[in-house]
């Protein structure tokens, strides 16, 4: 709850709503504590007073009734009846939805056809329709107001409904012996609570709207008891000899209404599990890039004898700034990549690999992400002093970006072909005609079969193996320098895999093409990588050539890593679990972050700053007390 509260602080607009909600909910409550005036006592000798005459702060109405004591008993009226229409089409509507969305079928059928009949109808209509039955009065206004809003809340819960009702964990409680209605109380019902909190807390400012609007017309409270919407209608008549008859209860409607509207915006934001981890805002284009003074530990780990590289990584740091805490997700991290080599960036999840890769593009979410450290330098330019422009001129064009899941970033709704030819377009100067032949030719050149057919599909009628290579085919469409590809084989089968290593290797071969391949899977970085980096904790641990570190590595990190990995034809070797979890990256220890699941540690590995220094050859390791070379036959094969 406090966390919650937190959040919703952050939002200025939200904070200010809800002050100023609370603010006119407590005077309401307290009205009857007050010593106010009979609110329905008439006076005509001191009719249409002024505001700040004697004994009348807001001054009279046409019948003499002090307007200051109408508008807080108003108020009180407008407050509840609002509130309980919300709850009443809450309930009803939410229960409608549920029903609908976990049975479906014909019960689905039945009760959505009976609210699309309440939607085919203007609300204000069908409003005013229900209490021309019924007859004017404030609980008939409160039933109209109820009704024609059971729709909203049903149309949302319902979609919210279907969107969960066939999930694994609803299958998981039918077999465990649940009927029904345990279902949709137990789990259905967790799920969708905060959309109906949010459908809520957004509908009450409308409802109290709709409720004055009846008053307004007579229709709502009859005198003499007053709500706000009564009171301005009844000043209306007064609008030109006296405008604060009918101005002040509009205002007391616009600032109960906004503050509700503006506390509902706020806790929509809070409860999307999407906003919990940055700010309440709009992601920036590029990563905020905000340097601050680090203290160097490294150099920019560079190939003997390269005289220049294609990417230069120095120092990068990128932290995520959650509340007062500090997430330190890529810690100094140098390296350097030559034209048609490949990099590969292994480590375990949560080591920054992707937060490293993302940072050379300016990709990182911000807020919460900041780069606040470091330069890329990418064909002797450092991509992250360059504004929103350039680097879009750079994104997709010169560096190209494989993502891990191409079926979460293929839009769902634009057949592939057309996303092919958007990207060719968004930086080639060609005719869709021709982006659209291209785009084809790149299908066929990542072997997809029946390319002109497949440009057709959408994302979602090929297989997963076809969407990573129609991933990488947007990556080749404007021949890039760099491609980055992060972990694309991960969610693909080893038969598939194998498929796209290869075709990345060919590709690179063909093209010239430097590789940053981002895997935490050694088998595949002997297979494609020229070279391998080791992170754990945001920084480079061991960096060497491939063969070589996988036959003998330096760093306690790498050896573990690779004893995990089972070795075909072995049946001797065990795969060993690394034992213990990675350190927390808002309180990264001091010295040595593998220290604490590190067999070979001693009281030295825990102090100062351990510098990525060099071991052999073009082997560099983070260790204060490198391993001793040793024959390892499967390793290398693994």
């Known amino acids: 709850m406090m966390a919650f509260?937190?959040?919703?602080?952050?939002?200025?607009?939200?904070?200010?709503?809800?002050?100023?909600?609370?603010?006119?909910?407590?005077?309401?409550?307290?009205?009857?504590?007050?010593?106010?005036?009979?609110p329905n006592a008439t006076n005509p000798a001191n009719r249409l007073q002024p505001p700040l005459s004697d004994?009348?702060?807001?001054?009279?109405?046409?019948?003499?009734?002090?307007?200051?004591?109408?508008?807080?008993?108003?108020?009180?009226?407008?407050?509840?009846?609002?509130?309980?229409?919300?709850?009443?089409?809450?309930?009803?509507?939410s229960t409608i939805g549920l029903v609908a969305g976990y049975f479906g079928g014909r019960t689905d059928n039945t009760l959505m056809r009976g609210i699309d009949m309440l939607m085919a109808?203007?609300?204000?209509?069908?409003?005013?329709?229900?209490?021309?039955?019924?007859?004017?009065?404030?609980?008939?206004?409160?039933?109209?107001?109820?009704?024609?809003?059971?729709?909203?809340?049903?149309?949302?819960?319902?979609?919210?409904?279907?969107?969960?009702?066939?999930?694994?964990?609803?299958?998981?409680?039918?077999?465990?012996?649940?009927?029904?209605?345990?279902i949709l109380v137990s789990e259905i019902l967790p799920n969708v609570l905060p959309v109906i909190v949010i459908t809520l807390s957004t509908t009450v400012g409308w409802m109290i709207l709709e409720t004055a609007g009846l008053s307004f017309l007579g229709l709502g409270a009859q005198p003499p008891q007053a709500d706000l919407g009564s009171m301005l209608g009844e000043g209306r008549r007064m609008i030109i000899n006296a405008p604060h008859v009918a101005t002040l209860p509009g205002l007391a409607i616009f600032l109960l209404v906004m503050s509700i509207n503006l506390l509902g915006d706020g806790v929509r934001d809070a409860l999307d599990p999407r906003l919990k981890s940055g700010a309440l805002s709009r992601p920036a284009p590029m990563t905020r890039l905000r340097r601050?003074?680090?203290?160097?530990?490294?150099?920019?780990?560079?190939?003997?004898?390269?005289?220049?590289?294609?990417?230069?990584?120095?120092?990068?740091?990128?932290d995520f700034e959650v509340g007062r805490e500090t997430y330190r997700a890529v810690n100094g991290v140098s390296f350097s990549l030559k034209p048609n080599e490949c990099l590969g960036l292994v480590g375990e999840s949560g080591s920054g690999k992707s937060v490293t890769a993302l940072s050379l593009l300016g990709l990182v979410a911000s807020p919460p992400g900041v780069i606040s450290g470091g330069h890329v330098h990418f064909q002797g330019r450092d991509l992250l002093d360059l504004g929103i422009r350039e680097l879009r001129r750079v994104r997709g064009n010169q560096?190209?970006?494989?993502?891990?899941?191409?079926?979460?970033?293929?839009?769902?709704?634009?057949?592939?072909?057309?996303?092919?030819?958007?990207?060719l377009r968004t930086h080639q100067p060609l005719s869709r005609q021709a982006a659209h032949q291209r785009a084809v030719e790149l299908l066929g050149q990542v072997r997809i079969p029946n390319p002109e057919r497949r440009a057709s599909q959408y994302p979602h009628e090929l297989s997963g193996g076809m969407r990573q290579r129609v991933g990488i085919a947007m990556a080749l469409a404007n021949d890039p320098q760099l491609i980055i590809a992060d972990e694309p084989t991960t969610a693909l089968d080893v038969t598939v895999q194998a498929q796209i290593l290869t075709l990345l290797k060919r590709l690179r071969e063909a093209q010239g093409t430097s590789v940053l391949f981002i895997t935490h899977d050694f088998g595949v970085v002997s297979q494609v990588c020229d070279r391998v980096a080791?992170?754990?904790?945001?920084?480079?641990?061991?960096?060497?050539?491939?063969?070589?570190l996988l036959a003998n590595p330096r760093h306690p990190y790498t050896r573990r890593l690779i004893d995990c990995v089972p070795r075909?034809?072995?049946?001797?070797?065990?795969?060993?679990?690394?034992?213990?979890?990675?350190?927390?990256?808002?309180?990264?220890?001091?010295?040595?972050?593998?220290?604490d699941r590190c067999d070979l540690v001693e009281p030295r590995c825990r102090e100062g700053e351990i510098a990525l220094i060099a071991s052999d050859g073009e082997r560099q390791v983070r260790c204060i007390k490198p391993l001793a070379n040793r024959t390892t036959t499967g390793a290398a094969h693994a």
């Open 55 to 93: 004994g009348h702060w807001l001054g009279t109405d046409q019948l003499g009734r002090d307007i200051l004591s109408r508008l807080l008993w108003g108020l009180r009226v407008s407050l509840a009846v609002g509130i309980a229409a919300s709850l009443v089409a809450a309930l009803i509507g």
């Open 534 to 548: 080791v992170m754990y904790a945001g920084r480079i641990v061991e960096v060497g050539p491939t063969q070589e």
């Open 399 to 423: 560096v190209a970006y494989v993502f891990q899941d191409p079926l979460s970033t293929l839009h769902p709704l634009i057949k592939v072909g057309d996303q092919l030819i958007e990207a």
């Open 121 to 182: 109808f203007p609300y204000i209509l069908l409003a005013l329709a229900i209490v021309a039955v019924l007859g004017p009065g404030l609980m008939n206004a409160l039933y109209a107001i109820a009704i024609v809003n059971i729709p909203f809340f049903a149309r949302n819960i319902r979609g919210a409904t279907v969107s969960i009702a066939h999930r694994e964990f609803v299958d998981a409680a039918r077999l465990s012996g649940k009927g029904d209605l345990r």
């Open 5 to 38: 509260l937190k959040l919703l602080a952050r939002n200025r607009l939200a904070a200010f709503g809800g002050i100023l909600l609370l603010a006119l909910v407590l005077l309401a409550l307290i009205t009857p504590l007050l010593p106010l005036l009979e």
């Open 568 to 595: 075909l034809g072995d049946p001797d070797h065990e795969p060993a679990a690394i034992p213990g979890l990675p350190p927390a990256a808002n309180a990264l220890p001091s010295g040595c972050a593998f220290a």
């Open 292 to 318: 601050r003074q680090h203290v160097k530990v490294d150099d920019v780990v560079r190939v003997p004898g390269q005289a220049s590289a294609l990417l230069e990584v120095d120092d990068l740091h990128t």
